[in-house]
């Protein structure tokens, strides 16, 4: 079964294929056919004049369009598509949605934050996990931070703070967001044993890319301060120049690596773990589910 789903971020907008293979007894396996990403940069235009020009509109409509191709040609059946942050608060966030539908065909939930937290958790990670851990996924984008934690198995809650990277480059997230975050941190995960971070988003994945460890070892706490404090150290330019990194990835890192470092000190949680898994992934996650649904139905 092959499977599409479109995540329209703040920072980027994600088409990810996967083909599902049904397991008999085992749980699905979801193998990843292509993945392409645009860079729109629609929060630079939300969280500075709360809407999203023109310019940028007709670049959303010329992706969907191009994403539309790519689903024929890669005979996808099934798709499902959102948008997160930026489109939720600009003011013509609707209006385009309508507009893409009616140019492309293609259906573009807008989704709020609880939803958000939601569908990262349906990747199921956890799952191959012990349950004598608890868990706290970080999800962080260019709008918002997703917090998901759960302790012995269970869900504990999932919550989300208007706090991501292109509101920190804006200058637009205060003292008092960051103390609602803490505190709200501190209240709902004390009591709980020890606490291991599991890290969402292209920015943690571009860390673990460049630490070079093995596929399912921790990053440390410890690490992330010394990336933080070597990108802070340099300009955007060089940046790029040294890590070979992309504009729209050297501008957004650092502020990510705060985000994420914050949130482990406030629950004492010295490791990380990068499944390399975000938003899209729990999109074709939850659509599997739809679909298989459907298909007992009948």
Known sequence: ???????????????????????TQAAPEFIKVALIRVPLRLGFDVFDKG?????????IIKTI?????????YEVKHLKACATSAMRDAVNGTAIIKKVLEETG?????????????????????????TEESYLYIDVGGGSTELTFFS?????????FDIGTIRLLKGQVSEGMWDT????????TKGYHHVTAIGSGGNINKIFSLSKRKEGKPLTLELLREYYKEFSSLSLAQRMSIYKFREDRADVIVPAL????????????EEIVVPKIGLADGLIHTLYEEVRLKEVEV
Do not use: C
Request: net charge negative.
């Open 51 to 59: 809407e999203i020009s023109a310019p940028k509109v007709d670049k």
């Open 258 to 269: 705060l985000i994420y470092i914050n949130v482990m000190r406030w629950t004492d949680t």
């Open 65 to 73: 369009k191009s994403y539309k191709l790519l689903l024929d040609i």
């Open 181 to 188: 975050m803490k505190e709200f941190i501190k209240t709902k």
């Open 106 to 130: 293609i259906q573009i939930n807008i989704i709020n934050g609880q939803e958000e937290a939601s569908l990262i958790y349906e990747n199921h990670v956890a799952e191959n996990m012990t």
């Open 152 to 160: 012995d198995g269970k869900l504990i809650f999932k919550e989300s």
């Open 1 to 23: 079964m092959r499977l599409a789903a479109i995540d329209i971020g703040s920072n980027a907008a994600r088409l990810l294929i996967s083909d599902v293979i049904p397991g």
